[in-house]
């Protein structure tokens, strides 16, 4: 797991002023609340006292966080400012008594956390940027988050790996020769979070049923981009017009970002925020809006992508011995995918140094295991 990244910890409408929520990001327990002067204060779960969960606890006025076992009191900056135990007034605050705080940032409707490991507890650059999500240009729907029992590695490839779509989504929104279709990858180290993408451009394309209804077309010119901004963020952008007529008027679209929060090793969770100009229509139904069409069709092939990753993940219960995946061409960006992420992690264990965090660097050393280097 990475820990020098920015994670979600949810969509800006998952923190009503005073409401206490508890979460476990990248291995650490966090309990979060939006403060009375509006921002998201996160704190270390685990009371500096004798370790009970915050989360359990109640905000007093003045947010201030009372913890449920002994009432220690604690400040949004994770300063303890009472212990009602302590009866003398001769009787001080140990310093030791506060908790920590893991930098937090409200950027474009979503909330983010820095769980940043002992040697970069100070974030790296600002979150990745979600404009749509906040823009009223765009018409927005977000889901509830979603617990997923896999490791946060496996939906990053799914998402990467259209040739799923035949069988797994076969008949909604996928097709075998949808599985089939060109990718082009393109990789951005040039920020603070390396950026892995690829696209897919398909001439008169005949739409996969689900496609066909949403956007009212048989035929369709279409250009799919899928890019991480590693490992939180996965953003998937789809424009589609009639052949010869991308970039026209007539062209429909709409982009999805999906956040991924690790928990632990094998359990993250999973939002999505689905966003389409606003004004565009359904095309089965005009008088309804196109985001209710995604957002309404979206239920099902996320059960069958879940149910999916779920299973996998119980696959590694067993022995690695006489076991060994198979990559095909169409799997390229899944290994590039790994090996960016592999580099991330292998950088913030020490192992290589952080400066040379990129594919190249660890395409260098196909062969070697991570026990290894
Ligand atoms: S464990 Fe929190 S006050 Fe004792
Ligand atoms: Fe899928």
């Not at 909330?111 to 100070?122: E, Q, S």
């Not at 292998?346 to 594919?359: F, M």
Request: charged content about 25%; glycine content about 8%; aromatic content about 8%.
């Amino acid at each position: 797991m990475i820990r020098n990244a920015w994670y979600a910890l949810g969509f800006s409408g998952e923190f009503p002023t005073g409401a206490l929520q508890g979460q476990t990001v990248a291995g650490l327990p966090m309990v979060a609340w939006r403060t009375e002067a509006g921002t998201v204060a996160v704190l270390d779960a685990r009371c500096a006292h004798k370790r009970f969960p915050l989360w359990e606890g109640r905000l007093l006025d003045g947010d201030r966080l009372e913890c449920a076992y002994h009432g220690f009191c604690y400040d949004a900056a994770g300063r303890c400012v009472g212990i009602p135990a302590l009866a003398e007034r001769s009787q001080r605050i140990p310093d030791t008594a506060r908790q920590r705080v893991y930098p937090s940032e409200e950027q474009d409707g979503v909330v983010w956390v820095w769980p940043g490991g002992p040697d970069r507890r100070t974030p790296a650059g600002l979150p990745p940027r979600t404009p749509e999500i906040a823009d009223p240009a765009w018409e927005t729907l977000v889901t509830e988050p979603m617990d997923v029992a896999a490791s946060y590695r496996l939906l990053i490839e799914n998402l990467f790996d259209l040739t799923h779509f035949y069988p797994l989504h076969n008949g909604n929104i996928g097709s075998l020769a949808d599985a089939q279709v060109p990718v082009e990858i393109q990789r951005d180290l040039s920020g603070p979070a390396p950026v892995l993408r690829t696209i897919r451009r398909r001439h008169g394309f005949v739409l996969p049923p689900m496609t066909r209804e949403r956007f009212g077309l048989e035929v369709a010119d279409q250009v799919q981009v899928h890019e991480m901004v590693a490992p939180s963020l996965f953003r998937v952008h789809v424009a589609v017009a009639p052949p010869g007529q991308l970039g026209s008027d007539a062209e429909q679209g709409f982009t999805l970002h999906q956040t991924i929060t690790p928990v632990g090793a094998d359990r993250h969770v999973w939002r999505r925020a689905t966003s389409c100009p606003a004004g565009s229509r359904w095309a089965a139904d005009p008088s309804r809006r196109l985001v209710d069409a995604i957002f309404e069709g979206a239920p099902t092939v996320v059960e069958q992508d879940r149910w999916a990753i779920e299973r996998q993940q119980e696959m590694f219960a067993y022995p690695d011995e006489d076991y060994r995946e198979v990559h095909i061409k169409s799997d390229g960006a899944v290994v590039m995918a790994r090996r960016m992420l592999d580099a991330m992690e292998l950088a913030e264990a020490g192992t290589l140094d952080p400066s040379l965090v990129s594919p190249t660097q660890t395409r260098m050393q196909p062969n070697r295991r991570r026990a290894d280097l």
